[in-house]
């Protein structure tokens, strides 16, 4: 089977390239090879070295390769379209360098979506004039990071953005060309939003170019969505819980992969608060462990 199984920075809290409590890419590269897996994500640009040599031997280093990465920024802002900018073209040039294929776009948190993550029926929505605008916006991003830099670009519904519900993200997929934008498709953030991953799936597969591996506990899920429990504090909560922990089919899951064909990386992203006592080579060793008990191989 032609499934590759990778990790990613966001397993060791890391989510913005700056934040002071990241630990050090050198260790993250280190502990990733160390659980196991063969191949990581970039994280934010700018987290791991964008020397390409330097990147390079790192990676070469730990025997890893480099997946993809992702432009987690506000998409949904037109006053912050340089600074979007300026992720994707940085993010699309280090991939480019180290043969990645996935640039993943996701819309970051909205302070006016926020208090309504995992409440589609309660969530502000964007008129009709704001929403062609957003969606142009993904759209200048899919096509340069497919046609300027020969990348698969892949749309990624996020809690507490505007690209947060099953419908917002159907209604995009059908407003921009599957020629330009494919779907990085996350099982957790999916079952976060209210909906189910394997529907999901089972209507999309076609479609679906990369998946992010992440399971909900469901007991977390209903306490934060009844509290309107911000999206980082639920991470600190725990509601990204081990694989196979959690209300996620893996094992439907990785049938519809295996029935459709699907071929290349799905990466592990347990997103999780990088201040908490837990051991990020644990939960990743366990995860892979997991996904090896199901059938997945690296």
């Not at 899919?142 to 505007?162: N, Q, R």
């Not at 020629?179 to 909906?195: E, P, V």
Request: charged share 25%; net charge negative; with cysteine.
């Amino acid at each position: 089977m032609s499934i590759r199984i990778g990790n990613a920075p966001c397993s060791w809290g890391v989510e913005f390239a700056n934040d002071p409590r990241n630990p050090a890419w050198e260790t993250v590269l280190q502990q990733c090879a160390a659980a196991g897996y063969k191949g990581i994500e970039l994280g934010p640009v700018g987290f791991m070295p964008e020397d390409p040599a330097q990147l390079a031997d790192a990676l070469a280093k730990h025997d890893l390769e480099l997946i993809g990465g992702v432009v987690f920024r506000a998409f949904h802002d037109a006053a912050q379209w340089d600074d979007v900018m300026d992720g994707a073209v940085r993010t699309c040039k280090a991939l480019k360098a180290h043969g990645a294929q996935h640039l993943v776009l996701i819309d970051s948190i909205s302070p006016r979506r926020a208090p309504t993550a995992g409440r589609a029926a309660e969530a502000e929505q964007m008129d009709k004039a704001e929403w062609a605008a957003y969606r142009d916006r993904l759209a200048t991003i899919a096509k340069l990071g497919t046609e300027d830099y020969g990348l698969t670009v892949g749309i990624h519904a996020h809690a507490a953005g505007f690209m947060d519900f099953e419908p917002e993200l159907e209604r995009l997929l059908d407003e921009v060309d599957e020629s330009i934008l494919k779907i990085c498709f996350d099982t957790g953030h999916h079952s976060y939003a209210g909906f189910d991953p394997v529907a999901f799936m089972e209507r999309h597969i076609g479609r679906i170019s990369y998946m992010h591996f992440k399971d909900i506990d469901p007991v977390v899920k209903a306490d934060v969505i009844a509290k309107r429990t911000g999206f980082y504090e639920a991470c600190g909560q725990g509601i990204f819980c081990n694989l196979g922990q959690g209300d996620v089919n893996f094992p439907k899951v990785r049938e519809l992969l295996v029935a459709n064909g699907f071929k290349g990386w799905c990466t592990v992203e347990q997103d999780c608060d990088p201040t908490l006592d837990v051991n990020p080579v644990d939960d990743a060793l366990s995860n892979r462990k997991y996904l090896e008990s199901i059938g997945f191989s690296n």
